[in-house]
């Protein structure tokens, strides 16, 4: 059964920086692609940024490219989201999604419903 953990949220000043972490288990990580969504009440889930199988293809979304930098490390079964000039607007439910690299590339679109499992989510609240 697969399983995401998030982790990293917390409260940090406009400008400042986080890291977000993804501890997977259950599965070989090798075997999916991994995607950052967040949420705010009120509004749909939003694709932050991905990252193929392999970790030699990523994606982000406009609002946070030049500042988030996603990576993995596969034989320790993780996926990082460092966050960098963090806004207000970044405020948000963080999570980690997978989906089986046997798919394709869908999971480059950035849509949730491309994703079959999901964490429970991790606050981050950007606020001075």
């Known amino acids: 059964q697969l399983q995401l953990v998030e982790s990293g949220g917390a409260l940090v000043q406009p400008g400042g920086s986080l890291r977000l972490s993804c501890a997977t288990s259950g599965f070989p990580l090798r075997d999916y692609a991994i995607a950052w969504f967040r949420q705010v009440p009120g509004k749909e889930r939003e694709g932050v940024s991905g990252?193929?199988?392999?970790?030699?293809?990523?994606n982000y979304a406009n609002s946070v490219k030049g500042r988030f930098t996603i990576s993995r490390d596969n034989a320790k079964n993780t996926v990082d989201l460092l966050m960098s000039s963090l806004k207000p607007v970044d405020t948000a439910v963080y999570y980690c999604?997978?989906?089986?690299?046997?798919?394709?590339?869908?999971?480059?679109?950035?849509?949730?419903?491309?994703?079959?499992?999901w964490g429970q989510g991790t606050q981050v609240t950007v606020s001075s």
């Open positions: 999604a997978a989906t089986p690299a046997a798919y394709g590339t869908s999971w480059f679109r950035l849509k949730a419903a491309d994703f079959e499992s």
């Open positions: 990252i193929s199988s392999d970790g030699r293809v990523t």
